[in-house]
């Protein structure tokens, strides 16, 4: 549950540093889920996604274009920074985290699918 809070209070943030500059809500919304094309590593298997999907959802990434926007480069460093933050922080809030090797499902937040039933098993992915 505190994962979860805490991937809330950095969605909140930056939905709240985003709010706080003049850009448009529409190159937010359209850009939101550009992480999860990430999910198209899985594509060569549980391993080689389970990679992918990580360095796509982890908070480093965005904090590096940060950083370069901090140091003095291009706004566009500052947008996918707090998009990128976004994204990670709802997917956190959404109790979705980075994977292991076995199976998407299998997260360091436990197993996501529905309770009760192991979806892995009749077709394992």
Not at 52 to 80: D, I, M, Q, S
Not at 91 to 108: E, I, S, V
Request: aromatic share 16%; charged share 15%.
């Amino acid at each position: 549950m505190l994962l979860g809070l805490e991937g809330l209070a950095v969605l909140v943030f930056a939905i709240w540093a985003w709010e706080d500059w003049p850009e448009s809500w529409p190159i937010f919304a359209v850009f939101f889920l550009v992480p999860d094309l990430s999910m198209l590593g899985y594509l060569a298997g549980p391993r080689v996604g389970a990679v992918v999907y990580n360095a796509a959802h982890t908070y480093l990434t965005p904090a590096f274009f940060g950083l370069g926007f901090a140091l003095g480069g291009p706004v566009l460093c500052r947008e996918v920074a707090l998009v990128w933050l976004a994204h990670i922080g709802f997917d956190r809030a959404m109790g979705y985290g980075l994977k292991y090797p076995t199976r998407f499902q299998d997260t360091h937040l436990g197993w996501i699918g529905r309770s009760g039933q192991n979806l892995g098993e009749a077709g394992r992915d």
